[in-house]
């Protein structure tokens, strides 16, 4: 059974460029979550899905993010016009609703604006 | 609003000392889960032991064991026994039971185990 997966793993980008990543969660999980991590801060919750529905954004999430996950299946999170403060962590984490609750994590994006 | 608080931000022991990371939590919901997750340097978060708020039973597993305290609102993790290998940021986290379950998460306590 393999894990969550993301990519890339890293990406470095000039500020006002737009960035795309992917995560694909661990196969028969129907939920997806997004967090983001910056130094020294511990991973904070930016959206979910449940399939291919988007049920909540968090405040975080500015206009410049989008996130979506077609077919249920793997899911992309987006930034536009990227900011120098957008440069952290970007974890993705997946579960099974109705079992168990955990959510899996993935090994992360890390991004960086320059 | 849910919230998590790990008041040491770094702790240091030598190898085979035992150590304990605090958590306290608050929330609002009667029916809630705790988490501890572990990062290691390579940065992935991976899950030590969930706990829903009506099991208060402490729990042990080989080196580890975790101490639920409703009545102070803390889940304090120990490690006995430390390894070189322990060496990680541990995280406590907090979702509510029904809903999204998403994670609200400390802000971690970086453990360096001396050898």
């Known amino acids: 059974d393999t894990g969550v997966s993301q990519n890339p793993r890293h990406k470095i980008t000039k500020r006002g460029q737009n960035v795309t990543f992917r995560c694909d969660p661990i196969?028969?999980?129907?939920?997806l979550y997004w967090y983001r991590q910056t130094l020294g801060q511990g991973p904070e919750f930016l959206t979910y899905?449940?399939?291919?529905?988007?049920?909540?954004k968090s405040r975080l999430l500015s206009d410049r993010f989008s996130a979506e996950r077609p077919k249920g299946s793997f899911s992309t999170l987006e930034i536009q016009r990227t900011e120098q403060g957008d440069s952290a962590m970007y974890l993705c984490?997946?579960?099974?609703?109705?079992?168990?609750?955990?959510?899996?994590f993935g090994p992360g994006t890390r991004l960086t604006v320059t | 609003a849910q919230k998590v608080t790990q008041a040491q931000t770094e702790i240091s022991v030598v190898e085979k000392e035992d150590v304990t990371l605090d958590c306290v939590y608050e929330?609002?919901?009667?029916?809630?889960?705790l988490f501890w997750y572990k990062q290691p340097p390579s940065g992935e978060l991976v899950f030590l032991i969930r706990?829903?708020?009506?099991?208060?039973q402490n729990e042990i597993s080989g080196r580890y064991s975790w101490n639920f305290q409703k009545s102070t609102s803390s889940f304090n993790f120990t490690i006995t026994a430390s390894q070189v290998v322990d060496s990680a940021v541990y995280f406590c986290?907090?979702?509510?039971?029904?809903?999204?379950?998403?994670?609200?998460f400390g802000t971690g306590t970086r453990l360096t185990i001396i050898p």
């Open positions: 706990r829903n708020s009506f099991d208060e």
């Open positions: 929330t609002r919901d009667t029916t809630y889960y």
């Open positions: 986290a907090l979702s509510e039971a029904f809903g999204n379950e998403k994670l609200t």
């Open positions: 196969s028969e999980h129907n939920r």
């Open positions: 899905f449940q399939n291919e529905a988007q049920l909540e």
């Open positions: 984490a997946s579960s099974l609703m109705g079992t168990d609750y955990e959510q899996y």
